[in-house]
């Protein structure tokens, strides 16, 4: 299989130009087989009314006998290959001359004049051709008299003769009674017609190899363009992913550049995003790993088993935050534009909610708050991705249990629409000023002395804007902060 596309293009293109070349070729030498033909068919028919004119001067058998003496004189020459090269060097000769014999007979078939190239049984042949052409059952067809063929025996015959094929030409003077036949030897005229038409396809398969070279040099600089862009591509930069910007561009490139334009910048946003990943790790992890060390040579160095205890719970309580920095973190990352992969199907929403809330409830007793659930209507199915809703309930749940304090609640109140879902998550903890609001979406913003890392918000817009929906913080009834999240029953984006 030819890998390059130079060596396709040639071998497809040259394959198609020979074979149409080659039929094309095909067809115009039976047409200039058959046209020369004619020419000399036409010749022969000239020749003969040529001769009509000659003879039909009341010529006497003395003036015939002189006519024929001077034919003889001037046809003698045709048949030598010497005369005719020597002829041909000093102009007057011609090599595609014909060889032409004829015969001038009379009503009864007897030669009145005749070239010395006639064959001597033309006649006979002649007409016994033209019987079996004609389906005559007459059986002495060689003796029958010219003059009783009719009208009928004039024009062309193809008469074998001996060895070779006779082309003849028969014309009747019906004035002067008089029959004129002008015969040419088949093969004679086979030469000459070869040697035409090979003539006439000689600029053809000369030309073929001159139209191959320069069909050769086309397509490369046709394929210029594309050799450019490869040698501008190789040498740049490994780090450099700008988009190319190779102009002027052919229209077949374009496809081309414009998909590895789109490839650059998607290998530019997945090399941000890593890069953020570490950045965003390396800055929250930093603070945690360097209180751990610190808690854990406490408790290498306490004196005591009371401080060496206490030293070793606020190691656990330092591994905990650190673990849900490392799991928040680890989800953002997964939630990126470049990395998501969402599995949407038809789920449940208060189910879901419902199973949530009670893998929480433990932590809420433990923190002595109380945690409602509350669904209106119902109805609560929509597309939607089940493990980022579940991160999502899981952010938020958890936020309100961290800021609620002590004998607080905690309330989920899911309503149902014709077209979209509404979770409100609200708390009785201290609220948040609404000029703090907006801040609270971004990367490692904490509002009073948290635990957390600041991702929690960061993590539920990212999931809502994967379903195409839309949150917004309110002022709870119950006291504290409401999250409001609008979730559509279909349609989501990536």
């Known amino acids: 299989m030819l890998r390059s596309i130079r060596a396709r293009t040639l071998v497809l293109v040259l394959g198609l130009l020979s074979v149409s070349m080659t039929l094309i070729s095909y067809k115009s030498y039976r047409d200039a087989n058959h046209e020369i033909e004619e020419l000399f068919d036409a010749q022969l028919a000239q020749t003969a009314r040529l001769l009509k004119g000659m003879l039909g001067l009341g010529q006497t058998p003395a003036?015939?006998?002189?006519?024929?003496?001077?034919?003889?004189?001037?046809?003698?020459?045709?048949?030598?290959?010497?005369?005719?090269?020597?002829?041909?060097?000093?102009?007057?000769?011609?090599?595609?001359?014909?060889?032409?014999?004829?015969?001038?007979?009379?009503?009864?078939?007897?030669?009145?004049?005749?070239?010395?190239?006639?064959?001597?049984?033309l006649l006979r042949r002649t007409i016994v051709e033209f019987h079996q052409h004609s389906g005559s059952t007459h059986s002495h067809v060689a003796d029958e008299a010219v003059s009783a063929l009719g009208a009928a025996f004039a024009g062309y015959h193809s008469v074998p003769l001996g060895d070779y094929h006779w082309r003849v030409f028969v014309l009747h003077d019906a004035g002067e009674q008089k029959w004129i036949m002008v015969a040419e030897?088949?093969?004679?005229?086979?030469?000459?017609?070869?040697l035409i038409a090979r003539r006439m396809l000689l600029p053809d398969l000369l030309g073929l190899p001159i139209l191959a070279l320069l069909v050769w040099v086309a397509v490369g600089w046709g394929l210029a363009p594309l050799a450019q862009?490869?040698?501008?591509?190789?040498?740049?930069?490994?780090?450099?992913?700008?988009?190319?910007?190779?102009?002027?561009l052919p229209q077949e490139l374009e496809p081309i550049v414009a998909a590895l334009n789109r490839l650059l910048q998607q290998v530019a946003q997945l090399l941000a995003r890593e890069q953020r990943f570490l950045a965003d790790a390396a800055h929250e992890l930093r603070t945690p790993l360097a209180v751990l060390r610190i808690h854990a040579q406490n408790a290498q160095q306490a004196p005591d088993p009371e401080d060496r205890a206490k030293a070793l719970q606020q190691l656990e309580h330092g591994?905990?935050?650190?673990?849900?920095?490392?799991?928040?973190?680890?989800?953002?990352?997964?939630l990126e534009p470049a990395a998501v992969q969402l599995a949407m199907a038809s789920l449940d929403l208060a189910a879901l909610a419902r199973e949530e809330l009670a893998e929480l409830t433990p932590l809420a007793l433990d923190h002595q708050q109380e945690l409602e659930f509350e669904a209106e209507g119902s109805d609560f199915q929509l597309l939607a991705d089940g493990p980022s809703l579940g991160t999502l309930l899981q952010n938020l749940l958890g936020n309100a249990l961290q800021y609620t304090p002590a004998g607080g609640r905690i309330r989920v109140l899911l309503q149902g629409q014709s077209d979209a879902l509404l979770l409100r998550v609200?708390?009785?903890?201290?609220?948040?000023?609404?000029e703090l609001r907006e801040k609270l979406f971004e990367r490692f913003f904490r509002q009073g002395m948290g635990q957390g890392a600041g991702l929690g918000l960061s993590i539920v817009r990212r999931v809502v804007e994967l379903h195409s929906g839309e949150i917004e913080l309110l002022d709870s009834p119950l006291g504290g902060l409401e999250v409001l999240v609008r979730l559509p029953r279909h349609g989501y984006r990536w």
Do not use: C, W
């Not at 030897?185 to 070869?194: A, I, N, Q, T």
């Not at 650190?322 to 973190?329: F, K, N, S, W």
């Open 229 to 248: 862009m490869a040698s501008f591509i190789k040498t740049r930069d490994a780090d450099n992913l700008a988009p190319l910007l190779l102009a002027p």
């Open 319 to 334: 591994v905990e935050r650190a673990t849900r920095v490392v799991t928040q973190l680890l989800t953002l990352a997964r």
């Open 185 to 194: 030897r088949s093969d004679v005229r086979g030469e000459l017609v070869g």
């Open 63 to 121: 003036d015939r006998q002189r006519l024929q003496a001077s034919l003889d004189a001037a046809f003698a020459g045709q048949h030598s290959q010497l005369m005719a090269d020597l002829a041909a060097e000093e102009g007057v000769g011609h090599p595609y001359e014909s060889k032409l014999a004829f015969q001038v007979l009379d009503a009864q078939g007897e030669v009145l004049l005749q070239s010395a190239s006639a064959p001597a049984d």
């Open 426 to 434: 609200q708390d009785s903890g201290p609220g948040v000023p609404a």
